[in-house]
């Protein structure tokens, strides 16, 4: 049953997939970012990705897609969400897969329906800016278009891609829809000044709203194979040979993001518009972000979360301790530190080298230490 | 048995005791400071003490003073070592109390004995040069006056206490033996730079040399209650009453340390002599120490030592890893940084605030959590 306020014919769509590696030790194969809380908020990210858009579509119209190793954590962490909603991939193969997967099981359980992909490891404090922004999005989707949301930003950026918005849409219940001209990459510091500078540019945040057969038609357009697999495995999913045909069928599907699939050609044929977003938002996508994302005052302090209660002693020291291991954690003099203290892995860097931690994680995995990541 | 070139009648005493808190988490209450290989010789600091002084004695004309939680530890470590010649304190009762339980039984054993007191955890590469100024010192010794020995500084330390010399001694055997203005506490930059540009002003290594009997005469002048228990104790020591003896008296014993009691009165009356030895020298007292000693070139290097094969993964980083909780450590772009990673705790800071590492453990203790002191 939807809430009062719930867009009719709307199911969202949460892919909880992804490792994190820019927040390892913290964020691992087995306990992702969306289950973790880092935030401070006191719950899962997954969990508040769950509290923030239910409401626009109803508990029986979330659908989330996620790793069989992370079923039971995922109904752990929501409990309203029914069994039949959570849709298991037996390995990942990206996100064209996931939403493509989803949009094909939706469409088949409720044909004509309008889907919205919101991922289950972002943050947004500002809820009702959100929703309205999806009303938006909903109703640039009712005109066949696929629509997607993007952020103004408030800095120069680097660690996000852009989308390079061209205004002059009219398309009533969306007043802040606009054409989109182009796609861009994560940009250098210079170049995400003066994407800041324009105005034009909006933060790509990875939020797809589209009827669900328009994201199917765009998939079958650019990958006809993997749009067939789809095919193949939502015909099954509700039957008795699910298990058979996804055992066969979804390990061949090809691994690519849903931005080259179908956000990139949809733009390049007017088809995507892009709803200007004015909330805040985040990826979460490394330390510096959750260091910020916890300072509740003008900054300089230092960060403490993680575990039932932390033992960290720490002098003249700034920046961001995960204390998980339950060691006492002493820090003297450091600036913009950041500490990730596990079980099994520590790490030390700072806030300025945030985006590395990455290269860690494939050294690592070529090194053959990956039973720690 | 004394090898052929040990010095007759002459027996060295190592204190092995002292928590090292600037070493915290390394070095702990139950594996101090002198447990540890700290300089990268393979060895603990006590075996390498042991390996520098025994040739100047004899095996059998060593005792080694120590907690009685650490008399197993000390005979692992020094399996060459009597029994007899392990004297072990109930509880700390500082230098004066150790080196003088030393003198008292050594005296009682060997009347006429000139003893030497060398640090357990400190570290000479220089053993010939160690050697020499020893003999100078049993040269002084022989005099009847206590000697020190003094290290020609080679940077202005600030974490030194130093030796005023004003030259003129001549004594024979005894070289580079001088006169003792004073003593000095550990100085500030600035003095310490002048310190150095005089030449007149020696480190003290807290190593001194001189007649059993002159050792305890100069307690009994300046702490007769002491020095009496200090008898009382020895006089039983060979006997079926060393442990009643010791428990009653030795936890009554001043804590205070022999440089007060001993040193430096001796020095004020014309006593003292000092060595000036210019083998290298140190007192391996924080972790700036121990990254500085275990630099093999020009520096800017990471240095990572502890355990049995220690999994750093480090890219642009510099300082020292003590690694011994088996974890695998990463560090991304983080510059003379200091990681002392054990089972139940972690330090980060920088080489620049070694010195303040005590200051946690002082935070520890009042706090509470000294489990993991």
Redesign the interface.
């Known amino acids: 049953m939807a809430v009062s306020s719930a867009i009719p014919g709307f199911v969202v769509v949460i892919p909880a997939g992804g490792i994190g590696s820019r927040l390892w030790?913290l964020s691992r194969a087995e306990a992702p970012k969306f289950l973790h809380d880092l935030t401070g908020s006191g719950h899962s990210l997954l969990r508040d990705t769950w509290d923030r858009t239910v409401p626009l579509a109803g508990a029986d119209q979330v659908v989330v897609v996620t790793g069989v190793a992370h079923e039971l954590a995922v109904l752990e962490e929501l409990p309203e969400l029914s069994a039949a909603n959570v849709l298991l991939e037996s390995e990942p193969r990206d996100s064209t897969a996931a939403i493509g997967l989803a949009a094909a099981v939706v469409e088949r359980r409720a044909p004509g329906a309008i889907i919205g992909s919101f991922s289950a490891d972002h943050f947004i404090r500002d809820t009702a800016g959100f929703h309205q922004a999806v009303r938006e999005a909903v109703a640039v989707a009712a005109t066949g278009r696929i629509a997607t949301i993007g952020i103004e930003p408030t800095a120069p950026a680097v660690g996000y891609g852009y989308i390079h918005a061209n205004g002059g849409l009219e398309i009533p219940g969306a007043p802040n829809a606009e054409g989109v001209r182009s796609f861009k990459e994560k940009p250098n510091r210079t170049t995400a000044k003066r994407y800041l500078a324009t105005g034009e540019y909006l933060w790509n945040a990875g939020m797809y709203v589209a009827p669900a057969a328009v994201i199917l038609e765009w998939i079958a357009r650019s990958e006809p194979e993997l749009a067939a697999g789809l095919a193949e495995i939502a015909d099954a999913w509700d039957t008795a040979a699910r298990d058979e045909v996804v055992a066969r069928v979804w390990p061949g599907l090809k691994k690519v993001a849903i931005d080259y699939v179908v956000a990139e050609p949809a733009a390049a044929a007017g088809a995507l518009a892009v709803v200007r977003g004015s909330f805040d938002w985040d990826d979460v996508g490394d330390f510096e972000a959750i260091s910020r994302l916890h300072q509740t005052d003008a900054g300089g302090d230092l960060v403490v979360f993680g575990g039932e209660s932390p033992?960290v002693?720490a002098?003249?020291s700034t920046g961001v301790v995960f204390a998980q291991?339950g060691?006492?954690?002493?820090?003297?003099?450091?600036k913009d530190?950041v500490?990730v203290?596990?079980?099994?892995?520590?790490?030390?860097?700072?806030k300025?080298?945030a985006q590395?931690?990455k290269?860690?994680v494939d050294?690592?995995r070529l090194?053959g230490?990956s039973e720690?990541l």
């Open positions: 030790p033992a002693v002098e003249d291991s060691r006492v954690i002493s820090l003297i003099g450091i530190v500490v203290d596990t079980e099994d892995a520590l790490l030390v860097t700072t300025e080298h590395r931690v290269s860690i050294a690592l090194s230490r720690v």
